[in-house]
């Protein structure tokens, strides 16, 4: 349904005189536009009120932002820093299994099987 036409209100009109009578049509009109005067100023009031909230809002959170110190101030976090692959040397040990080239009553003991006594 789109917006009333003129064909429309005319046939509303004609309707309104025949049910209401031509006495009570005017008094019926002025009430009908008391009524969406009120209607119009409460719904403008009320716009108001709500922009005059966001405004209140809006200048809450700028003087907020304004106490804070802004990130641009702080020093940044820590970044992750590359670490850089370092080779180490392959140094050739002695394993366990080889002889020591070691000479002395110790390297001959550590080099030497021992045996198992049974008493």
């Given at each position: ?9 005319i ?7 025949l ?54 101030d ?18 050739d ?27």
């Amino acid at each position: 349904m789109g917006p009333l036409g003129m064909p429309e209100l005319i046939v509303i009109f004609v309707i309104a005189l025949l049910v209401f009578g031509p006495r009570k049509l005017p008094e019926l009109g002025r009430s009908l536009g008391k009524s969406l005067g009120e209607f119009k100023r409460a719904s403008n009031e009320l716009r108001n009120t709500l922009e005059e909230e966001v405004r209140v809002e809006e200048q809450r959170e700028a003087t907020q932002r304004a106490t804070t110190p802004a990130p641009a101030d702080t020093p940044p976090g820590p970044r992750a820093v590359e670490t850089p692959v370092v080779e180490t040397p392959v140094v050739d040990t002695p394993s366990i299994d080889t002889p020591s080239t070691e000479t002395g009553p110790r390297a001959a003991a550590e080099t030497t099987p021992r045996s198992v006594t049974a008493d």
